[in-house]
Structure formats: C-alpha cells, structure tokens
C-alpha cells in the first residue's frame, strides 16, 4: 500500500519508519525543510529503549513529485490540517483513503470539507513520539492503535490498513466505534494537557496535589457530560482511565506543555476548545474548560 505521509514530525516519522522497516512504500512530507534535507542525506534517526535504529526513507517538502498514493496519514497538528489536507489532494485516486490518526476533535470534519467522506477514515493512537531534531525522534509511548470507518462499517480497506500497520508492529484493531474512542482519548487529553501545560507539572504531579486533581476531574467531567448528551457510548468509568493514563506517564511533560514551554501554538482549539463548542451547541455550561481554554489561549497570544 503506497503511503504518504503528511507531515513528519515525531508521529509522522515515527509511523512512517516503522513502515519502512516492514518493507512497504512510504514517503513522508513535510514543510520543514531542513528536517526532511537531514533525513534525506543521513536516513531517519529513531531513539528506541536506549537505541537508535537508522532508515532510509523517501521523504520531500514536494508533495505534488509524489504521484498517487493508496493511503494518505495525516500527521501535523490540528491547526495546520486545514492547509494540509488542501496540499495532499494531488495524491488522491480513484480509491484513495485519507485517515487522521490526530488527536483532539474536529479533524474529521476539517478533511470531510475537502475530501469525500466516503474516503476518510478515523483513528486514534497510543503510542507517543518526541521530535530531537532534524531527521531524529524518539519513540517515546507504546499503545494500541485503532482505526474505523466514519459509519462504523468494518470495510476491508480499514482490516488492510490494520494489517499494514500490526505487520511494522503497531498493533492495531478495527473498531466500529471510533467516535466513543476519540472521545476517551478526548477526555484524557483534555483533563491533563492544559491543566499540565500552564501549571508547568509533570503528567504524574497532577495526581499528587489536590487542587489539580480536583481540576482535573471536573474537567473529564464536563467532557464526559458533553460526550454522554451527543450519544457517545461510555463505558466503565472514564476518570479512572484518565488516572492511570497520568500515572502510567507520570514522569512525562505532556505535548501541550512542552509546547507552551517552548513558546509554540498548542493545539487546545482542538481538545478543551472543542469541548467548549461542542458543550455550546447542547447549551451545557462547561466553566472549567471554558476558562483553562481562555488560559491557554492568553499564554499563546503572549508569545507573538
Ligand atoms: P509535530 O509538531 O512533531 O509534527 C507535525 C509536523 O507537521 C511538523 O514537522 C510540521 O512541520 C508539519 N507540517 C505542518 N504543516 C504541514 C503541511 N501543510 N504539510 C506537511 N507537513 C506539515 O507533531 P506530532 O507530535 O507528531 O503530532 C501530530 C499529531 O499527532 C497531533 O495532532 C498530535 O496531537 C497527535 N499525537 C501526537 C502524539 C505524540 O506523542 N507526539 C501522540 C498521539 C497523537
């Protein structure tokens, strides 16, 4: 299956080399020109438990040299996708499959503006990856990944994609609920990163102090509420696997924080902004998510 990749930063490379590794057709994309000259002359760098795996990859900011591509993986962040998704339809064909394994909410309607709906597909991943530099990552988290088509079919082309993806060792299920399952992620990313972002903690110090604790509940909790009323299937009980999501990473300076660490623009339009719009359309008051995502945006607006 021909891949591309748009864009290659820590995920991106990441999937895209251990891809490579299993022997099929991948180029990664990028804006970045510097990074994808690095991996052009000296391979992808992959730091992996201590070691670091080197890989010849096809990579280029061109994405019209490209040609066709079976699968297209979006990879930037959510505010670049729009962009993105415009500069990747030179790669569609007839059957092309256009797939977002990108956190946060809204991505698939961002793709669905542009491509049709028919060939996008839905995922979400749990494996973590941190950008060291031009052409080197780290691969940082292991996790499942799943994949689904937007109506819950499990299509043959979502079992391929897997398939692809459990052969590079991803390991991957189709699941015909991958809308409940943005929404777990959702509400992880949304208890933890802002919250870890602007108070400068680590993942695991926002269960050893009461204050953040409580704010992080009651922020999964209005997520959960807005979940619970768009008809999203919750199972068990989200604010213990938020828990040991945190503590599982405890030692771990979430991406939103590292971003406002280094300045960046984070991307809390897609993760408790979206929320908040979401808890709008329902007219649910969701004040925590409402205010952390003011926050974030008045610590962004300080960096211009
Ligand atoms: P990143 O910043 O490391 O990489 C994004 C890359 O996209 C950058 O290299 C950037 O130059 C490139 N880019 C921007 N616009 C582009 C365009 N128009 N065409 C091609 N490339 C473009 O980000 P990341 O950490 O890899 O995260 C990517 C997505 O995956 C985000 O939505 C993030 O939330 C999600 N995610 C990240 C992790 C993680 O551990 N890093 C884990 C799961 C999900």
Redesign the pocket.
């Known amino acids: 299956m021909k891949t591309v990749i748009?864009?290659?930063?820590?995920?991106?490379?990441?999937f895209g080399g251990l891809l490579t590794l299993s022997g099929e057709e991948v180029w990664l994309?990028?804006?970045?020109k510097e990074?994808i000259d690095a991996i052009r002359l000296k391979g992808l760098a992959i730091e992996e438990k201590g070691k670091t795996l080197n890989i010849s990859i096809k990579a280029t900011?061109d994405?019209r040299s490209i040609g066709k591509a079976d699968l297209v993986l979006?990879?930037?962040?959510?505010y670049?996708s729009e962009?993105?998704v415009s500069?990747?339809l030179v790669l569609e064909k007839e059957d092309t499959l256009f797939l977002t394994?990108?956190?946060?909410l809204g991505?698939e309607e961002t793709i669905c503006k542009q491509v049709d709906r028919k060939k996008v597909a839905l995922g979400?991943?749990?494996?973590?990856?941190?950008?060291l530099g031009p052409g080197y990552?780290r691969h940082?988290?292991w996790g499942k990944t799943y994949v689904g088509e937007i109506d819950g079919r499990i299509a043959d082309r979502m079992n391929k994609v897997a398939q692809m993806f459990i052969k590079s060792g991803i390991e991957t299920k189709v699941s015909p609920r991958i809308h409940d399952l943005i929404w777990e992620k959702l509400f992880v990313?949304a208890g933890l990163n802002a919250l870890a972002g602007i108070t400068g903690l680590r993942n695991g110090q926002i269960l050893d102090f009461p204050e953040t604790l409580r704010l992080m509940e009651a922020l999964v909790n209005e997520a959960i509420e807005v979940a619970g009323k768009k008809g999203i299937r919750i199972e068990g009980n989200p604010i213990d696997r938020v828990k040991a999501v945190i503590e599982a990473t405890r030692e771990n300076r979430c991406?939103m924080g590292q971003d406002l660490d280094r300045k960046r623009r984070t991307?809390i339009d897609?993760i408790n902004g979206a929320v908040v719009r979401e808890a709008e359309r329902l007219g649910i008051p969701v004040h925590y998510n409402r205010m952390i995502t003011d926050l974030v945006k008045v610590i962004e607006k300080t960096f211009i």
């Open positions: 748009i864009g290659a930063g820590a995920m991106g490379s990441l994309v990028d804006i970045w990074h900011t994405v979006y990879f930037v962040k959510t670049h962009k993105a500069d990747s394994l990108q956190n946060g991505n979400v991943t749990g494996h973590g990856a941190t950008l990552i940082a988290g990313n991406s991307e897609a």
